[in-house]
């Protein structure tokens, strides 16, 4: 006799969006939408809360600070010269969509092989010894200077 157990997840509903970041990207209406890396964000977010706390107006709630927490620790960029930097870096590889860049900037991946696993889009927009040498850039920014 074969018995029937009650299924122990809800069903997933699916996405709304047609966004996909695979092989080929689909950002739907987040397209062309600016974006920011990890580190960016944590740069952006913190001086949002040093204007709001010389005004002394923080509300600083659970979810904000649970943000800072999670930019803290995969920020992979702390100073803002480095930031930057990766950023001109990013900014000068027009062919990839500023999705991919600011992804690129926040993985901080090694090999070309790594980033393209993570980031599909990247396939076949730009060759594996370009993207390697924009990897080895980034990483010597990142273990030299932070």
């Given at each position: 006799?074969?018995?029937?157990?009650?299924?122990?997840?809800?069903?997933?509903?699916?996405?709304?969006?047609?966004?996909?970041?695979?092989?080929?990207?689909?950002?739907?209406?987040?397209?062309?939408?600016?974006?920011?890396?990890?580190?960016?964000?944590r740069?952006?977010?913190?001086?949002?809360?040093?204007?709001?706390?010389?005004?002394?107006?923080?509300?600083?709630?659970?979810?904000?600070?649970?943000?800072?927490?999670?930019?803290?620790?995969?920020?992979?960029?702390?100073?803002?010269?480095?930031?930057?930097?990766?950023?001109?870096?990013?900014?000068?590889?027009?062919?990839?969509?500023?999705?991919?860049?600011?992804?690129?900037?926040?993985?901080?991946?090694?090999?070309?092989e790594?980033a393209?696993?993570?980031?599909?889009?990247?396939?076949?927009?730009?060759?594996?010894?370009?993207?390697?040498?924009?990897?080895?850039?980034?990483?010597?920014?990142?273990?030299?200077?932070?």
């Amino acid at each position: 006799m074969a018995t029937t157990h009650a299924p122990t997840a809800r069903t997933r509903e699916k996405p709304s969006g047609d966004e996909e970041a695979t092989a080929d990207l689909k950002l739907g209406e987040f397209q062309h939408v600016p974006t920011l890396t990890l580190s960016e964000a944590r740069v952006l977010i913190n001086a949002v809360i040093d204007h709001r706390k010389a005004r002394g107006k923080v509300d600083e709630t659970e979810t904000l600070i649970k943000t800072q927490d999670y930019l803290d620790v995969f920020a992979r960029f702390k100073q803002k010269e480095n930031i930057e930097a990766v950023e001109r870096m990013l900014a000068a590889k027009e062919e990839l969509e500023r999705f991919e860049r600011s992804q690129l900037g926040s993985l901080c991946c090694e090999t070309a092989e790594e980033a393209k696993t993570l980031i599909p889009s990247l396939t076949n927009k730009i060759s594996d010894q370009d993207l390697q040498e924009l990897l080895d850039d980034i990483t010597k920014l990142r273990n030299f200077v932070e």
